[in-house]
């Protein structure tokens, strides 16, 4: 039987061509796709395709179209050996973040992609990008499937969806994973780290839908204001806030500070995940005084979490879990591979 990979197009610069006419870039009709990447024939798979009806631009992505993208795997889980999912880049780690805690259970690749040069550019990056991730979602070992996560392939990598980070506005090697080793490199071969890969589940996949949007960032700068901190840890509108924190977690030390942080936490039970400013390593609450006052506060330490995977975390937490002492474990816990921590 041959392999087959569904393919659903959300929208960004991968699915655009120059229009003859107005000479702008335009969505191309995914039903043609066979005309731009005529490659795609030579594979040995069924290759189905659905598409968003109105392609958005990856900044306009909202909770309802990973909803949207959640429901889509559900309901065909059991008719593809594995899907592609061609997005912008822009926004591309935060759904890559928010499937992987969505797609509980998963044991089926989902892999994202994109490019950085329109499919019907020359130079276009896309193809590249197109072709090797359905390779990737149809891969097998002993008829088993090889990527049992939520990844990103970009330029010639994979990463763990839920690690990455977009760093670049114009290299095609847009991406990072900067705290977890890449899961696969594809060269004249696609060399598989099976060790870095996350082991299929012993359950069924479980779809949860639901995302809690309530939350906040307090990014922590030399200067900060107390009124402004004051404001962010007080919002009513604010379940848990996202602490940008400096280095190994530390921020300052005034009495102001320490005194608001810990009375956001006392009165108002608020949750304040601490993750770093750093583009690589993790928060350890504790090593530096200031950061030791927010471990006795009862600040949660984000470890080494990307703040995409921060975001969606909690909201996939708040959503599913009522009990703000659970939020606090399952947050220091590793659920899907987003943290170095067992
Ligand atoms: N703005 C575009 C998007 O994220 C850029 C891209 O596709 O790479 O949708």
Not at 21 to 34: A, E, I
Not at 64 to 78: G, M, P, V
Request: proline share 4%.
């Amino acid at each position: 039987m041959k392999s087959s990979v569904l393919l659903i197009y959300t929208g960004g610069t991968i699915g655009m061509i120059m229009d003859a006419g107005t000479h702008t870039l335009v969505p191309f009709d995914f039903d043609h796709l066979y005309k731009q990447v005529p490659e795609l024939k030579r594979f040995d798979l069924n290759i189905d395709i659905q598409s968003f009806e109105t392609p958005v631009d990856s900044s306009n992505m909202a909770i309802e179209d990973w909803q949207r993208l959640a429901t889509i795997i559900k309901e065909n889980y059991h008719l593809y050996d594995g899907f592609v999912i061609l997005h912008g880049t822009d926004t591309m780690a935060f759904t890559a973040s928010a499937l992987s805690f969505m797609l509980k259970n998963l044991s089926k690749p989902v892999i994202l992609t994109g490019s950085q040069l329109p499919i019907g550019v020359i130079r276009t990056d896309g193809k590249e990008n197109l072709i090797t991730a359905i390779e990737i979602a149809a891969a097998k070992k002993n008829d088993k499937p090889i990527v049992n996560e939520v990844a990103i392939y970009f330029e010639y990598k994979l990463y763990r969806g839920n690690r990455t980070h977009k760093y670049n506005a114009e290299h095609f090697d847009a991406f990072k994973s900067p705290n977890y080793p890449v899961l696969a490199e594809a060269g004249i071969n696609i060399d598989y780290k099976l060790n870095a890969l996350l082991e299929p589940p012993n359950n069924a996949l479980e779809v949860r839908l639901n995302m809690d949007r309530q939350i906040g960032v307090l990014k922590l700068f030399p200067g900060i204001t107390q009124s402004i901190v004051h404001s962010i840890l007080h919002s009513p509108m604010v379940n848990a806030i996202i602490m940008e924190s400096f280095g190994s977690g530390n921020g300052p030390s005034e009495s102001w500070f320490l005194n608001e942080i810990e009375q956001a936490i006392k009165e108002r039970d608020l949750i304040i995940l601490n993750v770093t400013q750093c583009n690589q390593g993790a928060v350890t609450q504790g090593r530096y005084a200031p950061s030791k006052y927010f471990l006795e506060a009862g600040v949660i330490g984000g470890y080494d979490i990307t703040f995409e995977s921060a975001v969606t975390k909690l909201m996939y937490l708040l959503a599913h879990i009522n009990n703000k002492s659970d939020i606090k474990k399952y947050l220091q816990k590793n659920l899907r591979g987003e943290i170095s921590i067992n």
